[in-house]
Each structure stands twice: as C-alpha cells, then as structure tokens.
C-alpha cells in the first residue's frame, strides 16, 4: 500500500468522492467492515435475467442451487451473486443465514462434514442457535408444573441477553438452583419434541444454560459426525421459530480439485447434507465449468448429486461473461460503485463511459479484474489531477492505467466492437 492509500483520501474529493470507490483485491469477505469487499454493493442491472432466475429459486425453496460460471478462471461475480442473497435473507426475522468459504483440500473447509462444522460455528456466532434455544426453554417452562415459576425470569433473561454471553446467569434470573438437572430434564423434552439426537441436545443444553461462549469448544469442534449434528441444528431452528435456513458455500468448485477416486465420497457426503437439509434449508453453492465436469465424469459421483440435486435447469443459473458488456450494464455497475462513495453529487462522473466499455473488453468481461483494474485506474488518474478519464488520458497512460501494454490491435477490435454494439468472440 503506497503512502497516497493510506493517508491521501482526500484526492478522490476531485470527483466529489470519499474514497476509492473500488476494491484494490476484488474478493468477498462477506464478514468485511469494507463494504467494497463484504459484497454489500452490487448491482443487479449486471445479470438482470440471471439475478431474476436466482430469485425464482430461491422463493422456491429449492433443495441445492448451483451458481455456476463459464469460464475457468475466478472472478465471474458467482460469490459476488451469493453475497447479495445472503444479504437479502439475513434481515428476515424468521429465517437463519451462512456463508462459508470451502478451501482445496490441503485446507480447514474442504469436505460436506467440514462444511456443516462451519454452518454450526456460524448458527452460533450469528445467535440463531440462541435464538431459538431461548424459544424452545420457555415452551419448556410454559408446559412444566415443576418450573413454571422460573418462566417470567427466564423470559427477561433471553431478552437481555439476545446474543450468547460468556456466562448466563441463569440461577439469578430463575431461582433455578440445580441447573444440571435442569438441563438433563429440559435436552429430554428438547429431544423429544425435535428428534434430535440425546448427545448432541444434551451437550449443547449444557453449555447455553452455563457458558454459552464454550459452545464452540464442547459442541462445534469435537470429534463428532459433523453431519448429523447438523440435521439436529436443523430440527432445533424449526421447532425454535425459523421457518428456513439458506447456506452458501462460496467456492466449492475448490473442494472438488481431488483424485477422481475421492469424488465418491465427496459426493456421497454432499448427498448426506442435501438429504438433512430436506424440508429445512437451501443449499447454494458455486461451481465452474471444469468442477461441473469433474461431478458429471464421475459415475458414483453422478448419481449421488443427480438423484437429489442434478445439474439441471431446476437448480442452476450460470453466469457469462458476455452479459457484462451488453447494453452498457458494466457502465451501470461502475456507477453503482461511484454512487456509494459520492460525497458532492455536482461533480460528474470522472470516467468516459467509453473507457469503462474498453476495460471490459480487455478483460473479456471478467468482473474482479474489471474492479481491480478501476481501482488502479482512478488512484493513478486523481495523484495526476486527471479531471476525466477518458481514451485519450488511457491510451497515453496505458501500463499504469490498466495493466498492460497498449495493442493497437486490441484496441481497434474494441472499436469495431462498439460500432457492432457487441464484442467479438475470442
């Protein structure tokens, strides 16, 4: 980071901005303060057909949806389309959220069980696990002669503390004195109302009704069949007042860089996760085109995601890069970025909607390297006080402006190009 990016914001008030408005290394970290990168802003104008399909699967309650991209290189704006579902879904009272980011497979998050592990580590640190615990103790309370005095207590308690603490006072709050038995008489009722396993309602009982911070340690990380532990997350969301649960696996097509060999069990786990998610949860996750054809080459690996979740028009949309350049939609969505970081609407917009058209064209419509090379683009242009970015300003300032070595070849197919009103196959 140059001494101008640390300090010197105040250089994009040329075009009446706060800052950058483009992210220096264009990938979603859906947890970011940085709403360049936590996929906040997006701009649905991109895939407007796409997005409308994604939609429809969505509200459908589809079991598994496959964002898929066309081409094999990253950057196609699948993760970027996850992020703003997830967004979507995480403001709705009644429907609990995930978004893991899956690794290769020398990584933490590379296999079905890891997944489920992670969506558990994040009911709880989102206070859906909590939530709906707090809901199921006070049915609990409302049914029991023995303990509903404790029921007002109770109820106070889960409304001051609407997100686990380190360590619930829950004795002071209900005059409940033997918490342990408490806990084994209310994991009962839990288990019995929810069909949840008795190990995994006991042990999550136990540690929300004493140090609701330890669930992490006793619960989500110890050597259990992650996958099972998810079904009964899943029981325990329903009966605690969720009426579903959406969970993204952002980068999948990673986890699928295995020996063919491997691909059965892969799959055969997937198809595990898939079946527990049946009736409670949507599956979301992203594939390219190489990872599609490593599931469809493989015959153990086909018929344990067809039989549940084929890869066919009822479970996937697939972004093309081609989209991005039509009817000036990349224009539409560098304005989008622009208009969240605009701080003096009287100043025009510092990029020629020519030069926006000619970025894409030169990356063939791959969205990361488009925002990467934005970002570079208007830092180089405000430290020389370039008022417009245009053609000419691009041309003279081509390496430092974009990336690379001015072709006059590339630049005329882009010309040519713009008078077809398309861009040409490569």
Known sequence: ??????GGNGIYTLYGLSDNPFPQSPTVIIDSPDKRLNGRIFYEGIFPDKVAKFKELLEKRTNMIYVRGSQYVKGDGKSALMAH???????????????????????????PEHYCREIIRQLHQRGYLWKAFGALTNMFLAESSKYVY?????????????????????????????????????????????????KFTHELVKAYLERPATMEKEVIVKNSDKIEDFGDCLKILRAGGFGWCY????????????????????????????????????????????????????????????????????????????????????????????????IDATKPSPFDPQVIK???????????????????MIMSAASKRQQLIDMAYVKANHNEAVGKEFSEETYQQFMTSMQLGRRPSS
């Not at 980071?1 to 640390?6: A, F």
Request: glycine share 6%; hydrophobic share 40%.
């Open 1 to 6: 980071m140059t001494d101008m990016e640390r």
């Open 85 to 111: 579902a997830f967004f979507m879904y995480e403001r709705r009272q009644d429907t609990a959220v995930a978004f893991i980011r899956c690794t290769g497979r020398n990584g933490k998050v590379s296999t």
């Open 150 to 198: 404790a029921r007002p207590g109770a109820a106070l308690m889960f409304k001051k503390h609407n997100v686990p603490p380190d360590t619930l006072p829950f004795t002071r709050f209900t005059n409940i004195s033997r918490v342990g038995e408490f806990a084994k008489v209310l994991s009962e009722w839990i288990v019995a109302k929810t069909g949840c396993s008795a």
């Open 247 to 342: 969970f993204f696996l952002d980068q999948m097509e990673e986890s699928l860089d295995i020996p063919a060999g491997a691909i059965g069990n892969f799959t055969s786990a997937l198809r595990r996760v898939i079946e527990k998610s049946s009736g409670f949860a949507t599956l979301v996750a992203t594939l390219h085109a190489s990872s599609v054809r490593t599931l469809l080459d493989n015959p153990e690996g086909r018929v344990n995601i067809q039989s549940f979740a084929p890869l066919d028009e009822n479970h996937y949309v697939t972004l093309y890069p081609d989209d991005i350049v039509k009817d000036n939609r990349v224009v539409g969505l560098v304005e989008t970025y622009l208009r969240e970081f605009t």
């Open 358 to 376: 000619y970025v894409a064209h030169l990356y063939r419509g791959n969205l990361r390297e488009i925002l990467r090379t934005m970002h570079h």
